[in-house]
Nanobody, 113 residues
């Protein structure tokens, strides 16, 4: 198992940017990792993922605006979010992909219009 702690969320205006961080309690060098989000009343969805070799993949809704990266030396995964929209408002989580482990508390992102 791995414990995951997300941070970096907040309140931002439309068009703004945030950088989320996810710190893992152990090495994740050999894990594919994903950023997921859950908006109120909706199911959790995968928005970005990154392979151990750092190949990224994005959901259509965020492609071109979000960038996922990783620092294996720090056991940390990042999500740079630019050009934020109100529909990006959600709690954001990171986890292993494709089989998530125990979920962390997530970090709230709120985009005001």
């Amino acid at each position: 198992q791995v414990q995951l702690v997300e941070s970096g969320g907040g309140l931002v205006q439309t068009g703004g940017s945030l950088r989320l961080s996810c710190a893992a309690s152990r090495s994740i060098t050999f894990n594919a990792m994903g950023w997921y989000r859950q908006a109120p009343g909706k199911q959790r969805e995968l928005v970005a993922r990154i392979t151990p070799s750092r190949a990224p993949n994005y959901a259509d809704s965020v492609r071109g605006r979000f960038t996922i990266s990783r620092d294996n030396a720090k056991n940390t995964v990042y999500l740079q979010m630019n050009s934020l929209k109100p529909e990006d408002t959600a709690v954001y989580y990171c986890n292993t992909f494709p089989d998530p482990m125990a979920w962390g508390q997530g970090t709230q992102v709120t985009v005001s219009s």
